[in-house]
């Protein structure tokens, strides 16, 4: 469930100032959690509160609550290239056993 320092933070970044749709964005923050978890970004510092991760959910935010479709895409765009960057961090994605395996 996502935190409610990351609720407040998030409507702000997407310009929301009413809570109609706080479970809405909610959800979307626990997709985005899910989702870097499903591609491996598993590490300590894959927390809300880290600035990378909530960079991540920012745009995954900005994506699913875009009125325009390029605007979407662009988006989603800098979403993947930030969870596919932080895949091979160390302290995100990256381990010591996945490089022994390299």
């Known amino acids: 469930m996502a935190q409610p320092e990351t609720l407040d933070k998030v ?3 997407i310009r929301r100032s009413h ?3 706080d479970e809405d964005l909610v959800a979307d923050i626990d ?3 899910a989702d870097l978890r ?3 970004i598993t590490g300590p510092k894959a927390v809300e509160t880290d600035p ?3 960079n991540a959910i920012k745009l995954y ?3 699913m609550n875009a009125e325009d479709p390029a605007e979407a895409a662009r988006w989603r765009q800098c979403y993947h290239d930030l969870r ?3 895949k091979s961090a160390k302290g995100y994605g990256w381990t010591e056993e996945v490089a022994a395996n390299d």
């Open 11 to 13: 409507k702000l970044a």
């Open 31 to 33: 997709a985005c959690m």
């Open 38 to 40: 499903a591609h491996g």
């Open 19 to 21: 809570d109609k749709l």
């Open 84 to 86: 596919d960057s932080l």
């Open 52 to 54: 990378l991760i909530y």
């Open 61 to 63: 935010c900005r994506e």
